[in-house]
């Protein structure tokens, strides 16, 4: 998909192209409010686009039973009787304080052992290399006109999981690239790429993954079987939240509470991957 179109792009594109926006306008929730909540300055959007918001009280809950792993757990209902919020800021209650621990630990712990888990991230990454050449290969939707023709039609609902591996067998099948069938062949077997690199981003080895993956790639092993990732995750913006006092004094986060103190602020995942027959000679290459 083009990178030039965003997650705000597609969630327009989903609403105003389709009976979603007649829906709202005719419930009372003109579109153009609704837009304004989402993507624009409406007062109302830290609800859903903060750091303590409803979006990750969601998904924290949702993605923790569903997985299995207990680490996001949190006390909802505590958490949002004591959030309030004011100019883009967030105001939790003196009372909150346990809760909203508890809900940035959970966050933190989560991205750690589920969102950014070394072997899910690793088949993630073979799935977007997948996808990306297949669009050139095998004639799959990859540029925003593409999409909105999908969303016009009706057939959005049906770009799944299911459809995605409809696409992956209809590729291997027809796909002259031998290097796109065997990445598709071991996506379908669960043959993921294996990491070979895993430094948090510092100042000190800022260059390091660049200078990583010239080792890779001068000792023979192909480009397209490496796999970089770079990522800094907000965990918690402390210049944004403040506590509230019982008299009504404010405070900021690193003046209350001991565990917020020790939770950093992003999360930086600086990793490489490579194809497994390549991962020996890569842990050779890489001190």
């Given at each position: ?89 967030v105001d939790i209650s003196e009372k909150g304080l346990y809760s909203a ?187």
């Open positions: 998909m083009s990178k030039n179109f965003s997650n705000s792009d597609f969630g327009d594109m989903l609403i105003s192209s389709t009976d979603l926006k007649d829906i709202l306008n005719n419930g009372g929730y003109p579109y153009r409010e609704i837009k304004d909540i989402l993507w624009g300055e409406s007062p109302l959007r830290p609800i859903i686009d903060s750091d303590v918001d409803v979006d990750r009280m969601d998904y924290l809950l949702r993605d923790s039973k569903y997985s299995g792993v207990q680490l996001g757990n949190i006390d909802l209902q505590r958490l949002m009787d004591s959030v309030s919020y004011e100019q883009g800021k621990e508890n809900f940035f630990i959970a966050r933190l712990h989560m991205y750690q052992a589920v969102y950014y888990h070394k072997t899910i991230l690793g088949y993630e990454l073979l799935a977007r290399k997948i996808y990306s050449d297949m669009i050139d290969e095998c004639d799959v939707p990859g540029s925003p006109s593409e999409l909105r023709e999908i969303v016009e039609s009706g057939n959005i609902f049906m770009w799944d999981d299911e459809w995605f591996h409809s696409r992956l067998y209809g590729c291997y099948y027809t796909t002259s690239n031998d290097v796109l069938k065997q990445k598709i062949w071991n996506l379908i077997n669960r043959r993921g790429p294996k990491m070979v690199y895993d430094e948090p981003f510092s100042a000190a080895n800022k260059y390091s993954l660049h200078s990583v993956l010239e080792k890779l790639e001068s000792s023979n092993i192909p480009r397209s079987s490496i796999y970089p990732i770079e990522e800094n995750i907000s965990i918690i913006d402390k210049t944004r939240i403040n506590f509230v006092k019982a008299n009504g004094g404010k405070v900021a986060v690193d003046d209350v509470g001991f565990l917020l103190k020790s939770v950093p602020s992003r999360l930086s995942i600086n990793r490489i991957y490579v194809d497994a027959p390549y991962s020996s000679r890569a842990r050779e290459v890489i001190p």
